[in-house]
């Protein structure tokens, strides 16, 4: 998802493409798109990228990016080259943290985490109004959180493979049963046995994650972005029930209002703020 805004956070132009992990091809769908938006590349005051994969957001090195084939890649470096414009980097949850903070549900907010439910699970955490990232850029890898089961069953966790506690809680999960994960949900509201079953399962593990971070870190808000989502509004009031019975620490619990675009937004956010042009209470 390409989005072109201005500081004060007005979408001039937005356009979903292919991914790619070729530097080249990312340049030349970057410059189609600033033509198709009439958008002379002189008024560019810098680009932003969200990346799904680890990011040394302060150098613009992606450290690892499979999704990508990426590892230990300056894509900063590579797309300033290319373009002679300031370029900044982040994880894409991250960014679309900041996108929620900036235009979204956690609007002006100092203390939140924002979940992401979609092929894979990711997380970003607000804390005293700044991004954690933690030594190694590795803050709010959720899906490598074990329950119980995996500690009995001896599982384990490992890079390039899906955490386990994704695997309880993300859309590739939910299919794995047979349904794409929003015609699961449509089932379960049909009163489909064995889908009652599953998403039942499904709200509980996703009330234990998000009580285990509420208990931690006490953020106002925990907001839930990704595909997954999208399916989740009949269901948000049973996350809060069973949140609140897990944990006394008060916490409001909101779908995404940026949706899929929370990314892109952010990524324009992160790269107004880097250079002192955004407007808004987003410190980056």
Known sequence: MIHIANVAGEIAYKRKVCTTGKPEEIHGIIR??????????????????????????????????????????????????????????????????????????????????????????????????????????MAGEIAYMVLDDDVLNRDSNAFGQFGLYEKRISGTSLSSHGYASDELFVKYAAGDPLAQKIVRQFVSNLAIGISNVVSLLNPQKVIIGGGVSQSLSDLLEQVRTTVSKLTPVPVAIELSSLGEHSGAVGAAAMALGRIGRLEGDVPI
Do not use: H
């Open 32 to 137: 189609e798109t600033l033509e198709s938006a009439s958008i002379p590349i002189e008024q560019v005051a810098a680009f932003g990228f969200g990346v799904p994969g680890i990011t040394d957001t302060r150098q613009g090195i992606v450290i690892e990016a499979p999704a990508l084939q990426w590892a230990n890649m300056p894509i900063g470096e590579k797309m300033s080259q290319y373009f002679n414009k300031p370029v900044f980097v982040d994880n894409d949850v991250n960014c679309a943290a900041l996108g929620e903070r900036w235009l979204g549900t956690a609007r002006k907010l100092e203390d939140f985490v924002f979940l992401a439910l979609g092929t894979g699970v990711g997380s970003a955490i607000f804390a005293n109004g700044s991004l954690v990232y933690g030594s190694d850029y």
